[in-house]
């Protein structure tokens, strides 16, 4: 037994290291594969939150649909509408048209009448050119006779003034004369 012992505990520290590797083999495939469930957890939290954000905006995204369909009802409503004031506003169109038509014959009746007018009152202001031509002349006549009674006057008060003068002068010379006699 002594010989077989030896072997014998060859071949279990054989199958202790054996074990021992396959032990560490295990803990470094268990580190491995928590490393790996950890980062799969990270990945699936992460997962998570962008299928929550994901959901949010599809909450956000239906909403904004309803009130663009709300909108797009309103919309029809006011295109609906709007027909109707068309169809309103093309009837008085049809109706301004004719009363256009008979303002259009009235203005042609009117404007044949001021021509007519206009004729005369050209005849008339022709006249009252010559007359107004003539009065001109009229005034340009006065105005130089004024201008001429104005020199006129001007001289006669230039003669009467310098008169007076020689006339006060002799008569204080006189008035010395008698004063001194």
Known sequence: MTQDTP??????????????QLL???????ESA????DQLSEKQDRTQVY??????KQDRTQ??????SEKQDRTQAHLDQLSEKQDR??????????????????????????QRLFTKLGTTIDRLDGRTESLEAVVRRLDRNYEEQK???QEFKR??????SRIDRLLDYLVRQQGDR
């Open 89 to 114: 506003t093309q009837a008085h169109l049809d109706q301004l048209t004719i009363k256009v038509d008979q303002l259009s014959s009235r203005l042609d009746s009117f404007v044949s009448e001021s």
């Open 24 to 30: 560490a083999s295990a803990a470094t495939y268990a």
């Open 51 to 56: 299928l929550d954000q994901l959901s949010e």
């Open 34 to 37: 928590n490393r790996r469930t």
């Open 7 to 20: 072997s014998r505990l060859d071949r279990v520290e054989n199958d202790l290291t054996a074990v021992r």
């Open 159 to 164: 003669t009467t003034e310098a008169t007076l």
């Open 151 to 153: 020199s006129q006057f």
């Open 63 to 68: 909403a904004h649909l309803d009130q663009l």
